[in-house]
């Protein structure tokens, strides 16, 4: 009975691998939203990242989160950094890498705890009428095998987050 047992559990691990073999590892994650806002508004308020305390679940989660900025913020290389003892937070720092003035700006997102790992975020605002602003959001990442098994799990919880993150945004800028 043991060894069925055995056998069992082992031709489930061996599944997961095998699953893993032929499952993507890079993937982008995007949401979008309109907010009844001029442009230049809502860019100016997305590029600056201490802004995310208003509206990242992730940043909410944790009323006790440790943040800490580096340089000046909204401007390429500044740091925004958390620290969290809750695991869905956790450790890591993103930096601005890129910004083009009125249209997008990117950073580098670099996870140190619970695991580690960097990807890549955009956001592109995109004008629709003189008080109407399309933001959209692509989070692009990596996750390594064996793990990358688990990413139509963590792509459906990311891009539920991103979108509440979205919703938040546009009940502030609207407000």
Do not use: H
């Not at 055995?6 to 893993?20: D, E, K, M, P, R």
């Not at 982008?28 to 679940?57: A, W």
């Not at 009125?102 to 009428?129: C, D, H, L, M």
């Not at 996750?143 to 098994?149: A, S």
């Amino acid at each position: 009975m043991l060894q069925i047992i055995l056998l069992v559990i082992s031709a489930l691990i061996a599944l997961v691998f095998i699953a893993a073999l032929f499952m993507k590892k890079k993937y982008s994650i995007s949401t979008s939203i309109l907010i009844n806002r001029p442009k230049n508004d809502v860019f100016n308020y997305v590029k600056i990242l201490k802004n995310q305390e208003n509206y990242s679940k992730w940043v909410m989660s944790d009323p006790n989160v440790k943040l800490n900025y580096i340089g000046q913020d909204g401007t390429i290389g500044f740091i925004s950094q958390w620290e969290s003892d809750l695991k869905n937070v956790g450790i890591g720092e993103q930096e601005i890498t890129s910004i083009e003035e009125n249209e997008s700006y990117q950073v580098e997102i670099r996870f140190k705890k619970p695991f580690e790992g960097i990807s890549q975020a955009i956001t592109t605002t995109e004008s629709i009428s003189d008080t109407q602003t399309k933001v959209t959001t692509t989070f692009n990442t990596r996750t390594p095998f064996p793990m990358n098994v688990m990413v139509p799990f963590i792509s459906k919880m990311l891009k539920n987050d991103m979108e509440g993150n979205m919703s938040r945004l546009k009940a502030n800028l609207e407000a």
